[in-house]
Nanobody, 129 residues
Framework: QVHLVESGGGLVQAGGSLRLSCAAS????????MAWFRQAPGKEREFVAH????????AYTDSVQGRFTISKDSARSTVYLQTNYLEPEDSAVYYC??????????????????????WGQGTQVTVSS
C-alpha cells in the first residue's frame, strides 16, 4: 500500500507560481513512477507530468511544457511540481499518483491515468485573472 499526501495548493494571480508537494510512503520511489494529474470542474482528469525511476525519464503535457517542472527527492520520499507563469486555465484539483515501475520507460504508458494504482486526495489550485 502506497500513501500519498499532496500539499502546496492555493489561490494565486495569473503569472504567479506555486510549488506542489507529494509526500509518499518511504521507499516508494524505488519501485514506482510518480506523476501529477489534474481535474477541473466538468472536465476529465488529465495528465500533467511524470518522473520515472531515472530522473531523466520525465514528460509533460504540451500545455505546461516550459512552465512546470517535476522533480523528486528520494531521501525525503517527496515529489514536487513547480508551477510557474500560472494561467486561469491551470485551475484544477491536482493529484499525485504512483504507478509500479515495469522495468522500461514508455511515455505513453506513464501518461495514462489507468496505469496508476495509487492516488492522493488532491490539492486545489486556483488561478485568478
Amino acid at each position: 500500500q502506497v500513501h500519498l499526501v499532496e500539499s502546496g495548493g492555493g489561490l494565486v494571480q495569473a503569472g504567479g507560481s506555486l510549488r506542489l508537494s507529494c509526500a509518499a510512503s518511504e521507499g516508494t520511489f524505488n519501485v514506482y513512477v510518480m506523476a501529477w494529474f489534474r481535474q477541473a470542474p466538468g472536465k476529465e482528469r488529465e495528465f500533467v507530468a511524470h518522473i520515472g525511476w531515472s530522473p531523466e525519464d520525465t514528460a509533460y503535457t504540451d500545455s505546461v511544457q516550459g512552465r512546470f517542472t517535476i522533480s523528486k527527492d528520494s531521501a525525503r520520499s517527496t515529489v514536487y511540481l513547480q508551477t510557474n507563469y500560472l494561467e486561469p486555465e491551470d485551475s484544477a484539483v491536482y493529484y499525485c499518483a504512483a504507478a509500479p515501475w515495469r522495468g522500461y520507460y514508455s511515455r505513453d504508458l506513464y501518461s495514462t491515468s489507468t496505469t496508476y494504482l495509487y492516488w492522493g486526495q488532491g490539492t486545489q489550485v486556483t488561478v485568478s485573472s
